[in-house]
């Protein structure tokens, strides 16, 4: 069993098969996010820094419907679930960003948890060749592989912000 570090993350496998490497580096991401949003209040996962109207508590709610999005919604063809699916995303595409502000740190963390667990149950099982049953509005449907990769990518970008937005709250700072 591989030890957690001092932030509660599983270091990514050295030697592993694709999919557990692809998981392995996933995780990771998702623990950094916990980490840095981890032991605020609602002002902290409320705080903004700079010019921008990014939080915590935003990044929190867009990382579960993130996950909603692409292992639910798009692999497995499933509708939005709650609350993603009451909202009219056209007429406020950045719901999940700024409502954010209306809920309890436990509700966000909660929201999130329980997304990626969901996504965690949605793949067991599945082939990373496995196309994804929605398809997008240009005619494509991406494999598991590349949902996963895409994911890594979107975590690790938006924990990029989350570096900066802890910062800015309260001073921690780390990788």
């Known amino acids: 069993m591989t030890e ?3 932030h509660g993350r599983r270091q990514p496998p050295l ?3 694709e999919l557990d490497t692809l998981l392995g580096f996933l995780d990771f991401q998702r623990a950094t996010l916990a980490w840095k949003c981890s032991g605020l209040d609602s002002a902290g996962l409320r705080a903004t820094t700079g010019v921008s109207t990014m939080t915590l508590g935003g ?3 867009h990382m579960a419907y993130v996950e909603d999005h692409w292992f639910s919604v798009y692999l497995h063809g499933k509708d939005r679930r709650a609350p993603f699916d ?3 995303w056209r007429a406020d595409p950045d719901w999940d960003w700024h ?6 740190p436990e509700q966000l963390m909660t929201l999130w948890r329980d997304a990626v667990e ?7 099982g599945v082939s990373l060749d496995q196309l994804a049953q929605r398809v997008g509005r240009a005619g494509w449907a991406p494999s598991l592989r590349w949902i996963l990769c895409h994911m890594i990518e979107e975590y690790a ?4 912000h989350a570096d900066l937005l802890r910062e ?6 780390g990788e």
């Open 4 to 6: 957690l570090d001092q």
């Open 15 to 17: 030697a592993a098969g």
């Open 59 to 61: 990044l929190l709610k």
């Open 86 to 88: 009451a909202v009219d």
């Open 99 to 104: 409502s954010a502000a209306h809920d309890s």
């Open 118 to 124: 969901s996504s965690r149950a949605l793949i067991a």
């Open 157 to 160: 970008r938006h924990n990029g």
């Open 168 to 173: 800015s709250v309260d001073g921690v700072t």
